[in-house]
């Protein structure tokens, strides 16, 4: 069992930046792929960015230049840094980590970002 717990999340002006933060717990040697997703009421889930446990990252064509994911694999713990916010950002945020048997998910954090 793998446990991720997020935190980070908060209220932010429009062109304002935040971090995200996921640390994972448990039985997490077997964690390769981690990320982040998110899901606008309504909408369909997307993907925010992943990142390997060698440090290769992918980003939603959304987010790429404003958004940069990180992992510190000694800290087991992944990061979004979420620059020039926008209004259309506000969402909940969701970890996750993928291992061979399954995928794990956080309960999310919540972002807000006003005009």
């Known amino acids: 069992q793998v446990q991720l717990v997020e935190s980070g999340g908060g209220l932010v002006q429009a062109g304002g930046s935040l971090r995200l933060s996921c640390a994972a717990s448990?039985?997490?040697?077997?964690?390769?792929?981690m990320g982040w997703y998110r899901q606008v009421p309504g909408k369909e889930r997307e993907l925010v960015a992943t990142?390997?446990?060698?440090?290769?990252?992918n980003s939603a064509d959304s987010v790429k230049g404003r958004f940069t994911i990180s992992r510190d694999n000694a800290k087991n713990t992944v990061y979004l840094q979420m620059n020039s916010l926008k209004p259309e950002d506000t969402t909940v945020y969701y970890c996750?980590?993928?291992?061979?048997?399954?995928?794990?998910w956080g309960r999310g954090t919540q972002v807000t970002v006003s005009s």
């Open positions: 996750y980590a993928n291992t061979v048997i399954r995928t794990y």
């Open positions: 448990g039985s997490i040697s077997g964690i390769n792929l």
């Open positions: 990142i390997t446990r060698g440090g290769i990252s």
